[in-house]
Nanobody
Framework: QVQLVESGGGLVQPGGSLRLSCAASRIILGNYVMGWYRQAPGKQRELVAVITSGGSLNYGESVKGRFTISRDNAKNTVSLQMNSLNPSDTAVYYC??????????WGQGTQVTVSS
């Protein structure tokens, strides 16, 4: 059974930083388009960042210049470095792995709360 497990969420003050990690079992993340998405209460799930198997990057407008997605193929993990956090970044963050049009996996999510 494929599993994506996120870690690194928590409570942080405005202006602070967090680093999220996503570890996979039973799939090789290097073959997938990997993404981070988030969902705040009462809002739709939105794209945060994506990295392709070739290393191309794409970011949501609200996080450009503050967040960085990266992958470590040797460790089979994908990370999201989040800097200059503000309360609007509060959400559940989900790891996503996609291969082609039909194969897709989601993690269970990790809560990020930005509050003083």
């Amino acid at each position: 059974q494929v599993q994506l497990v996120e870690s690194g969420g928590g409570l942080v003050q405005p202006g602070g930083s967090l680093r999220l990690s996503c570890a996979a079992s039973r799939i090789i993340l290097g073959n997938y388009v990997m993404g981070w998405y988030r969902q705040a209460p009462g809002k739709q799930r939105e794209l945060v960042a994506v990295i392709t198997s070739g290393g191309s990057l794409n970011y949501g407008e609200s996080v450009k210049g503050r967040f960085t997605i990266s992958r470590d193929n040797a460790k089979n993990t994908v990370s999201l470095q989040m800097n200059s956090l503000n309360p609007s970044d509060t959400a559940v963050y989900y790891c996503n792995a996609k291969l082609g049009a039909t194969l897709e996996f989601w993690g269970q999510g990790t809560q990020v709360t930005v509050s003083s």
